[in-house]
C-alpha cells in the first residue's frame, strides 16, 4: 500500500498565520513576547559605540519610509521615461498599497514603541517596522526587475545575498537603536513577504493585458512571451 503523505500548507498561509499570531500578540503586549523581544534585543544592544551608533544610524536613514518614496518615485519615473509604463505602474501600485496596508496594521495592532535603550526618538506606534517593510519592498522590485532577468545564476545569487545583507543591516539598526522591538522587524519581513507574493501574482496575471494598453511599442527586453 501506497503512504499516505501529509499535504503541507502553502507557505503564504504558514507566514499570514505567524503575522497574525505576532499582531495579536503585540496588541495585547503578552507577557511571552515581551521575553522573546528582549532576549533577541539583548545581543545587539549590549555593546553600544560611537562608530557603531553612526553607523546604524546611517543604515536607518537610508532606509527611511521617506527615502523608500523617493526611491520609488525615481524607479517609476525611469522605467515610464524609458517606456516600460506597465512596470512603472505595477511599482506605483506595488509600493502605494502596500505602504498603506503597513500604516493601517500599525494602527489596528497600535503597540507602543520602547521606551528602554533608545538612541534615537521614534513617534508613532512600533508594530511593524515601517523601515523594514519598505526596504523589503524596494529590494523586492529592484530585484524582480533588473536582476531576476541576469543570464547567470552566480549573478542573481549575488544579488540576493546583498540583499539579504541589506535587511539585516536595516533590522537590525531598527532594533540598536531601540526603535522597534524585533518583533516588529520580523512582522515586517513576513508583511512585505505576503504582500510582494500577492504583487507578483498579480503583475504574471494581468502584466500583459496592461503592457498592451500603455505600451504601443514596449522595448524588447520588457515584452512577455512576443516574438521578435
Known amino acids: 500500500m501506497k503512504r499516505l503523505t501529509k499535504r503541507r500548507p502553502p507557505a503564504i498561509l504558514v507566514v499570514a498565520g505567524l503575522l497574525l499570531i505576532l499582531a495579536l500578540l503585540a496588541h495585547f503586549q503578552a507577557a511571552p513576547l515581551t521575553f522573546i523581544d528582549q532576549t533577541l534585543a539583548t545581543p545587539l544592544q549590549t555593546i553600544v559605540t560611537p562608530t557603531k551608533t553612526f553607523l546604524l544610524r546611517l543604515i ?3 532606509a527611511q519610509p521617506s527615502m523608500a518614496v523617493l526611491y520609488a518615485v525615481v524607479l517609476i519615473g525611469g522605467l515610464w521615461y ?8 505595477w511599482v506605483l501600485v ?3 498599497i502596500g505602504g498603506a496596508g503597513s500604516w493601517l496594521l500599525k494602527f489596528l495592532v497600535a503597540r507602543p ?3 528602554a535603550h533608545v538612541l534615537v526618538a521614534e513617534n508613532g ?5 515601517g523601515h523594514v517593510f519598505s526596504a523589503v519592498m524596494i529590494i523586492s522590485l529592484l530585484y524582480y526587475l533588473f536582476a531576476r532577468p541576469l543570464p547567470r545564476l552566480w549573478q542573481r545569487l549575488g544579488c540576493l545575498l546583498g540583499a539579504g545583507i541589506w535587511l539585516g543591516l536595516v533590522v537590525a539598526a531598527r532594533v540598536y537603536l531601540g526603535a522597534h522591538y524585533p518583533s516588529d522587524t520580523i512582522a515586517a519581513l ?3 513577504y505576503l504582500w510582494i507574493r500577492l504583487a507578483l501574482w498579480l503583475y504574471q496575471h494581468y502584466y500583459p493585458q496592461l503592457q498592451a494598453r500603455l505600451e504601443s511599442n514596449p522595448a524588447p527586453n520588457m515584452r512577455h512571451g512576443q516574438k521578435k
Do not use: W
Open 60 to 62: 536607518s536613514v537610508i
Open 113 to 115: 514603541r520602547p521606551t
Open 94 to 96: 506595488t509600493f502605494g
Open 190 to 192: 513576513l508583511l512585505g
Open 125 to 129: 506606534y512600533s508594530f511593524p517596522s
Open 82 to 89: 524609458f517606456q516600460h509604463r506597465a512596470a512603472a505602474v
